[in-house]
């Protein structure tokens, strides 16, 4: 069972275009952690978000934690084929719980 | 610049045979991972250390053991290959105590067996 649902599963994207996607759960979580997977490598730390309604930036991406900390959003801004990868979030609360992740294709 | 260094990137076995994953990192980290990456199923935790000659079992240790005896080194042993271990391994580490640090991760070890 997926404590963290990831969704969209699959996007393919045009370069230029923006994009959102999501990490949800029914549990609420002490922080939250973005890793972004290219093909043949391991995951790398993004960001880590900690309060409620934090969002942060880093370059085109925002990253934004539920209010309640159960859910967060990663949003793309003028996507890139750099920005091609699979995108994972992990909860952290007790444990660390990973999410199945979004696997991002853009197209140049 | 920090390094999870994952002794194989692919390897093939036959069901039966031993299998030895070894992760080294040079960042002295306390804490090791390794966990299993599935598509659909995501990073799923196989067995933890937080110390040396210390494990802890995660979510999917059956079929697993490991083995720390020293700080930057952990081994991932499958004592008996099935196909249903056929798996991309990832192995991390994290400098802080419990759950809150950033995790750095090897390439991964892509594991088949036939």
């Known amino acids: 069972t997926q404590l963290l649902e990831q969704s969209p599963q699959f996007l393919s994207i045009q370069e230029g275009e923006n994009l959102t996607v999501y990490c949800n759960s029914s549990?609420?979580?002490?922080?939250l952690q973005w890793y972004r997977q290219e093909p043949g490598e391991g995951p790398v730390l993004l960001v880590t978000?900690?309060?409620?309604?934090e969002v942060k930036k880093l370059k085109r991406l925002t990253f934004q934690f539920g209010d309640a900390r159960k859910d967060s959003s990663l949003h793309i801004t003028a996507a890139q084929p750099g920005d091609t990868g699979l995108y994972l979030c992990a909860g952290v609360g007790n444990d660390m719980r990973f999410g199945a992740g979004t696997r991002l294709t853009v197209k140049p | 610049d920090v390094k999870v260094t994952q002794s194989s990137r692919y390897l093939v076995k036959r069901t039966g045979e031993k299998v030895f994953l070894e992760c080294v990192q040079d960042m002295d980290h306390e804490n090791m991972f390794w966990y299993r990456q599935d598509p659909g199923l995501g990073l799923r935790l196989i067995y933890f250390?937080?110390?040396?000659?210390?494990?802890e079992k995660g979510d999917i240790p059956e079929g697993y053991s490991v083995s720390r005896e020293k700080k930057e080194r952990f081994s991932l042993i499958l004592e008996s290959a099935s196909t249903n271990q056929t798996s991309m391994y990832l192995c991390?580490?994290?400098?802080?105590?419990?759950?809150?640090?950033?995790?750095?991760f090897g390439e991964g070890s892509r594991l088949t067996v036939l």
């Open positions: 549990s609420v979580f002490s922080s």
């Open positions: 250390s937080y110390d040396v000659k210390m494990k």
């Open positions: 991390a580490s994290s400098y802080w105590a419990g759950w809150t640090g950033e995790l750095f």
């Open positions: 978000v900690v309060t409620g309604g």
